[in-house]
């Protein structure tokens, strides 16, 4: 079955659980737990999808915060000068 | 009368056109499994029966999926022989004959001719017909067949559960496919997870980059804390200044934005500090230097630090130092000092 994958896909198994075991490192969670390899790909995957939102949570969360900042800020204070270069930085 | 038996009679030959795919999926070669499949992938087009299925699930369905159930040939069919006698037990006997016969003929005749007539009689039959051929679309079970009719592959139990896996791997790619931008065009699954890869990267900078731009913001709110350590002599010094706001975080660090920018009017030999702290406490003494208030500075911050000048800020220093070490992260610090840099 992995021999006739990599014959098709021209990529080695090694390669894709090199992959497997990059993208775990990059879960916060999973890192920890290293399960076998491959039995645990579904898991990490599903896991990949929900950090992947998370992420998007976070990041829509901080620049939601940051223009708030922005705009609670009076555009001619100096404080929002500073801000500003901050933001320019 | 006539229409009922009609009626069962066409539900008795659908059960069997179910029976008869069932158990041709068991003693089939591959060219007939291309029908198959479609036959099945037919069932699955009806989204409202498998909602049906609990409910209108009559005895001879629950056969069904039973018959789905077999990962083995001996027990599957093994569950339609014994569910046949019981499915002919309360039709007359003709129906029970035609019931034979036509399995007879199903079982010897072209599959693909088979699937037609499923579709056929689906679009004649009920809904309660409908959901007894729903039922072994329905169910974790029948993931077994769906793999295997399309597959055409080994029929072991492992192989089988090998294959289900591999379908929810590959489905929870194309998920990752969709989320992922720009990750559709890339085929293989190596370069899929190399983008999978990099975008989470770059997710996590671009979340560490922002909280840092925050971070960077909130030493100048973290002078609400300051504050509170000589927060009411401040308050009385600024008490002047009308529209502050001095309730509101944002209007707390407007005294103290405007004491680091007005440094560079200020002509004070503070750049080569390391800390923008002592600018800020050096910029009190502007006043009294000279009285060099850039005039934008506007009247009640002026004012506000006017106020400070001698009284708050000489007793500041040591309440201030020790507030702002606890206060200062170094990345925020070095930030801040960039800043106010970049501003000379």
Not at chain 2, 103 to 115: H, P, T
Not at chain 2, 134 to 147: E, F, L, N, R
Not at chain 2, 290 to 301: K, L, T
Request: charged residues 25%.
């Amino acid at each position: 079955m992995s021999s006739r994958r990599s014959s098709r896909g021209n990529i080695s198994d090694e390669e894709i659980n090199e992959l497997i075991s990059k993208l775990q490192a990059l879960l916060p969670a999973s890192s920890r737990r290293r399960g076998s390899g491959q039995a645990s790909t579904t898991k990490l995957l599903k896991e990949t999808c929900s950090y992947i939102k998370s992420l998007h949570r976070e990041v829509d969360d901080l620049s939601d915060r940051l223009s708030d900042l922005m705009s609670t800020m009076d555009h001619n204070s100096p404080g929002a000068e500073i801000i500003r270069s901050i933001l320019r930085s | 009368m006539a229409q009922c038996g009609g009626d069962l009679l066409s539900r008795r030959l659908h059960q069997e056109t179910v029976e008869g795919l069932c158990q041709g999926l068991l003693d089939l070669d591959d060219d007939k499994l291309g029908a198959m499949c479609s036959a099945f992938g037919y069932l699955q087009e009806w989204p409202d029966l498998s909602a049906m299925c609990g409910t209108n699930l009559g005895a001879p369905g629950v056969a069904a999926p039973d018959a789905g159930n077999g990962n083995d040939d001996s027990s599957c069919s093994g569950g339609l022989r014994k569910r046949k006698p019981e499915a002919c037990l309360d039709a007359k006997s003709d129906h029970g004959d035609s019931c034979k016969r036509q399995r007879g003929k199903q079982q010897s005749s072209d599959l693909g001719e088979v699937a037609g007539k499923g579709k056929q009689e689906r679009t004649k039959v009920g809904t309660k017909k409908k959901a007894e051929v729903a039922s072994p679309a329905d169910g974790q079970k029948t993931d077994y067949i769906h793999v295997r009719a399309r597959r055409g592959q080994a029929t072991d139990s492992h192989s089988l559960a090998e294959r289900v896996r591999r379908e929810r791997i590959s489905e929870r790619m194309r998920y990752l496919q969709e989320l992922v931008p720009g990750c559709s065009k890339v085929t293989g699954k190596a370069g899929m997870l190399d983008e999978i890869i990099n975008y989470v990267q770059s997710l996590q900078k671009q979340v560490e980059f922002l909280s840092m731009k925050i971070a960077a913001y909130n030493p100048v709110v973290s002078f609400d804390i300051v504050e509170d350590l000589f927060g009411r002599q401040l308050k009385q010094a600024c008490n002047p200044a009308p529209s502050t706001a001095m309730a509101l975080p944002t209007g707390q660090l407007e005294p103290s934005c405007l004491q680091m920018s007005t440094i560079p009017q200020g002509h004070l030999p503070v750049c080569s500090s390391g800390f923008g702290l002592e600018m800020v406490l050096n910029s009190p003494y502007l006043p009294a230097t000279g009285g060099q208030m850039p005039p934008a500075a506007g009247g009640s911050n002026a004012s506000c630090i006017n106020v400070n000048g001698a009284a708050v800020w000489d007793i500041a220093p040591q309440n201030l130092f020790s507030g702002f070490d606890a206060q200062f992260q170094p990345v925020e610090s070095d930030c801040l000092l960039e800043n106010l840099k970049m501003e000379m």
